[in-house]
T-cell receptor, first 109, second 112 residues
Framework: AQRVTQPEKLLSVFKGAPVELKCNYSYSGSPELFWYVQYSRQRLQLLLRHISRESIKGFTADLNKGETSFHLKKPFAQEEDSAMYYCALLIQGAQKLVFGQGTRLTINP | NAGVTQTPKFQVLKTGQSMTLQCAQDMNHEYMSWYRQDPGMGLRLIHYSVGAGITDQGEVPNGYNVSRSTTEDFPLRLLSAAPSQTSVYFC???????????FGPGTRLTVT
């Protein structure tokens, strides 16, 4: 069964501290994973995809097939990073995205 | 471009009432989808469409109907609203890749 799990509903860190949002997946095929972000009063938007291996707004995420994880990391959190973050798995051939439960990140000043 | 638009923004229904949530996009996107967002549940796919005349079910299709008569519009119908359908509904569209979806602003629905 395909499933995405984000174990933390809420995560609170201080400005300047490192942040890591956890994402684990279950999928029998070759996984393609993404992080989406929803800032307050804004629309949900794609943050990054694992294939691109790029850093967006200082965030990176590495796919670890052995641990079936795709954690989102940033070395120094900023207040504008406060948002709802969703991890998502592409179900290939089915034209579907499966989302995790979401983690609300709060960066304290 | 208006992007993805949804109407209404807010709606309150009584149990058993029916209504249609509207979704439109002006980007000529073939793929359109409906999600519901519930606390602790994340976003769950209700229905999706890969083009006009083609629709398919997502994870939680029960209680919802869709049709896609044009590329631009993808309405979501609640036939007989239930309190369990209280949620925030998001419509999204994309041109080529499913993951590069543009999301609408959402409709907050309360069923009493």
């Amino acid at each position: 069964a395909q499933r995405v799990t984000q174990p933390e509903k809420l995560l609170s860190v201080f400005k300047g501290a490192p942040v890591e949002l956890k994402c684990n997946y279950s999928y029998s095929g070759s996984p393609e994973l993404f992080w989406y972000v929803q800032y307050s009063r804004q629309r949900l938007q794609l943050l990054l995809r694992h294939i691109s291996r790029e850093s967006i707004k200082g965030f990176t995420a590495d796919l670890n097939k052995g641990e079936t994880s795709f954690h989102l990391k940033k070395p120094f959190a900023q207040e504008e990073d406060s948002a709802m973050y969703y991890c998502a798995l592409l179900i290939q051939g089915a034209q579907k995205l499966v989302f995790g439960q979401g983690t609300r990140l709060t960066i304290n000043p | 471009n208006a992007g993805v638009t949804q109407t209404p923004k807010f709606q309150v229904l009584k149990t058993g009432q029916s209504m249609t949530l509207q979704c439109a996009q002006d980007m000529n996107h073939e793929y359109m989808s409906w999600y519901r967002q519930d606390p602790g549940m994340g976003l769950r796919l209700i229905h999706y469409s890969v083009g006009a005349g083609i629709t398919d079910q997502g994870e939680v299709p029960n209680g919802y109907n869709v049709s896609r008569s044009t590329t631009e519009d993808f309405p979501l119908r609640l036939l007989s609203a239930a309190p369990s359908q209280t949620s925030v509904y998001f419509c999204a569209s994309s041109y080529g890749s499913v993951y590069e979806q543009y999301f609408g602003p959402g409709t907050r629905l309360t069923v009493t």
